[in-house]
């Protein structure tokens, strides 16, 4: 029997780490890579060049494949609801896929669903009913300041502005004019730190949770990923975990889905989680896996989509740190190499193939151990070390 065919649709970092997993399961993966020198396609020997807006490229990439994947959520819907039609097995479906491409959607459906969420509205895409709007929601926000997002493409803070006036995003107003995207306005969530729970589910029903991380963001970007998140109480945990998992049933997720949460602390009373964002696909605030977990995100989500069943998703130490490398100042990531591994050998390294730019994703590092406060510092000094400090 021939193996089974993954087709992946984005060349980035998510699916060149998919890449060793395929291999060790026998399972071939094909992934459409925007460029010859892509991350993925560095590692990936099936990698034909296209875009995910291009139906042909869609069309020839999951030609003779078992399932169709994605490593972000960029791809047309229409297209997706015709391969669905045709007999092509698209996972997740582009039903539950919507919910991360528009946040709109998402917001509208988890309300529905009793998810925890902020307060928010939908901002008229007429500009002048759009500033009113804003400027209600403003004057009935704490502090006078609320957060508009841009309801499609934004990605690592982008398309995301804390506004205090309807004037902080008189740009915003016009692309929506001009035929961009809808805005959405969501309450400025006074947040004690930034969770992050990641589900599998395959389509039979079998659902894993791993245990809940802290992410650490710095200028809109994950800095750093804690696991499991300290201070957690096992309430809080089963709260979160919860959560996501009505979420992934709710939507009908199959494979990795990421719920990014808010902890808000509450004096007298349990601490409060709200969710923030969703991405269905292996996520930042997962990479910790592939050495911290008996199996890891891109493992797990390999599985979910080919309806096998899921691997254990228990820690393998008792703290796994991963700190990203968000730029460099090395022409070459490899450069550092001899003195990270030799001054941290217990450091699990892997970069990305990426041309170096400032606070570009390079890399990430994974230290585990039994000491927190040690594994922290060690897997942040790694970074620096990578980033040229």
């Not at 528009?102 to 928010?120: F, N, Q, S, V, Y």
């Not at 499609?152 to 205090?164: A, I, L, P, T």
């Not at 269905?280 to 309806?307: C, K």
Request: proline share 6%.
């Amino acid at each position: 029997m021939a193996a089974p065919v993954i087709a992946v649709v984005g060349g980035g970092q998510l699916a060149r780490m998919m890449a060793p997993a395929a291999a060790e399961l026998g399972v071939h993966l094909r992934v459409l890579v925007e460029a010859a020198d892509s991350s993925a396609a560095q590692v990936v020997v099936d990698s034909p060049i296209g875009v995910a807006s291009d139906d042909a490229a869609i069309r020839a990439l999951v030609a003779g494949a078992d399932v169709l994947t994605f490593e972000h959520e960029h791809v047309p819907n229409d297209l997706l609801h015709e391969l669905v039609a045709a007999g092509t097995p698209v996972r997740p479906g582009p039903h539950a896929l919507v919910q991360a491409q528009d946040k709109i959607i998402m917001r509208r459906r988890l309300t529905e669903l009793g998810a925890p969420c902020p307060r928010w509205a939908e901002l008229s895409r007429d500009e002048a009913t759009a500033r009113t709007e804003l400027a209600d929601f403003l004057a009935a926000s704490p502090g006078g300041e609320a957060v508009v997002k841009t309801s499609r493409g934004g990605y690592d803070g982008k398309g995301v502005r804390v506004v205090s006036a309807p004037d902080d995003v008189a740009d915003w107003f016009a692309g929506v004019s001009a035929g961009g995207p809808t805005l959405l306005v969501e309450e400025k969530v006074p947040f004690a730190r930034e969770l992050a729970v990641l589900v599998a589910r395959r389509p039979s029903g079998e659902v894993r949770t791993w245990p809940v991380v802290e992410s650490v963001q710095r200028d809109g970007v994950c800095s750093e990923v804690v696991a499991p998140a300290p201070d957690l109480t096992a309430a809080e945990a089963e709260r979160a975990r919860s959560v996501a998992v009505a979420i992934a049933e709710g939507l009908d997720v199959t494979g990795v889905l990421a719920v990014e949460l808010f902890e808000v602390r509450v004096p007298g009373a349990e601490p409060v989680i709200i969710v923030n964002e969703l991405a269905m696909r292996p996520h930042n605030s997962g990479h910790w896996t592939i050495d911290g977990s008996v199996t890891s995100q891109f493992e797990q989500h390999l599985r979910a989509v080919l309806d096998l069943p899921l691997g254990e998703t228990a820690t393998t130490a008792p703290w796994t740190v991963m700190a990203n490398v968000l730029g460099s100042s090395l022409a070459q990531m490899t450069d550092a190499l001899p003195a990270v591994l030799a001054q941290f050998p217990d450091a699990r390294v892997n970069l990305y193939g990426k041309d170096v730019r400032p606070g570009r994703k390079l890399g990430h590092v994974n230290v585990s151990g039994t000491d927190l406060d040690d594994v922290r510092r060690r897997a942040m000094a790694a970074a620096a070390i990578l980033r040229g400090e």
